[in-house]
């Protein structure tokens, strides 16, 4: 796919999220499939550029390009430096966050909370646009404020003329915060308004979710966020399934054994060990999700705190599985909840 001026190996988009695609997530999820993954957003607030967080952040090292870092923030001339400061430390591309409705960015009138003041949109978008010429800038945004202001198209339409290159929409408003079921003809509009790559996200969690996706709103490509949490292989489920209209079969044990062992050591890399165990627990959560006896091992592996404690824990737990050849992700499996437990 051509996008923002770069050859994606397909249209598939891993979505930022805060606390979750750092890195490493990032580089597996590209590992597995993903034509694009959107860093964590970075705060426009330039008092905590120098944070261990920022810092981390903004740190690309070895990862596969392209690579698009996310800003947020509500003043222009902040979110130009931001913008400059990234590109400066490696980003080939800036998205900007106007999708995010958590409280600590919609409080200080950024992310979501932002498309209901559309001269502002259009203020920070000319300010970021202009502040790094040679970088292409892209827009992640929701349908609208809320569901009386679905003002998405009209987001999207000040968004071209500001020379934004494409755009992930989210089908949800900024009021629906997580509820209720994506909707995706706001999207379809967006779509039919504008020139530019449009991105659909929310709520896509199959091959065949994608497949219609993309059929009912005409996007350019699809963007997961939480189905990815866990499962980082989805990528090249969707992408193996819209090339040949065949689903691949789920991963082994075994072979989910190996995805984790390799995140995990990218993990106590990245953000040294003791932090990088607390990381790796909410991943080895994930990763056991719907698998026999894993709520216990998941309460055993919050006590531990040493890498080699919870490589062996996480070793022990799928090794029983790969032995038994356990249904992998079957997401049914409480029957046999508890059989590691003895
Ligand atoms: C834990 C978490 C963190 C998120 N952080 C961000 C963020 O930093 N920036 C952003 O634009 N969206 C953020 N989002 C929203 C996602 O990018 C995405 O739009 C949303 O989860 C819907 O897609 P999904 O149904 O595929 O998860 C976050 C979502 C989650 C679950």
């Known amino acids: 796919m051509q996008f923002a001026g770069f050859t994606l190996r397909n249209n598939l988009f891993v979505a930022p999220m805060a606390g979750v695609t750092d890195r490493p997530f990032r580089q597996l999820c590209k590992s597995l499939g993903a034509g694009l993954a959107v860093s964590e957003m970075v705060t426009s607030n330039s008092l905590l550029y120098g944070s261990a967080k920022t810092r981390r952040r903004a740190d690309h090292q070895g990862e596969a390009d392209p690579i698009s870092v996310q800003i947020a923030g ?170 040949t209209g065949t689903t691949l079969p789920p991963p082994t044990a075994a072979e989910i054994h190996g995805i984790l062992r390799r995140h995990l050591a990218d993990l106590y890399a990245f953000y040294g060990e003791e932090t990088g165990v607390k990381i790796a627990r909410k991943h080895i959560s994930w990763y056991t999700k719907g698998l026999g006896g894993a709520a216990q091992f998941r309460a055993r592996m919050n006590q531990l705190s040493d890498v080699d404690e919870q490589f062996a824990a996480a070793d022990e737990f799928f090794l029983y599985h790969a032995a038994n050849d356990s249904p992998c992700h079957a997401r049914a499996a409480e029957e046999t909840e508890g059989a590691l437990a003895a």
């Open 74 to 243: 509500a003043d222009p001339r902040l979110m130009a430096d931001a913008a400059k400061y990234n590109v400066d430390h490696g980003a080939q591309i800036i998205d900007i966050n106007m999708g995010c409705p958590a409280k600590k960015v919609c409080n200080v009138m950024a992310g979501s909370a932002l498309m209901q003041d559309q001269p502002l949109v259009a203020k920070i978008l000319a300010a970021v646009v202009s502040a790094v010429p040679g970088t292409p800038v892209t827009l992640k945004l929701r349908t609208g404020w809320n569901r009386d202001n679905r003002n998405a198209a009209a987001i999207a339409g000040i968004a071209e003329s500001c020379g934004i290159r494409a755009l992930a929409i989210h089908g949800r408003t900024r009021s629906d915060q997580y509820q209720g079921a994506a909707e995706y003809d706001t999207i379809a509009a967006v779509k039919a308004r504008v020139g530019i790559p449009v991105i659909a996200n929310g709520d896509i969690d199959t091959p065949q979710k994608a497949k219609s996706v993309l059929a009912h709103t005409g996007a350019d490509g699809v963007m997961i966020g939480r189905a990815a949490q866990g499962r980082p292989w989805i990528f090249r489920e969707i992408e193996h399934y819209l090339a």
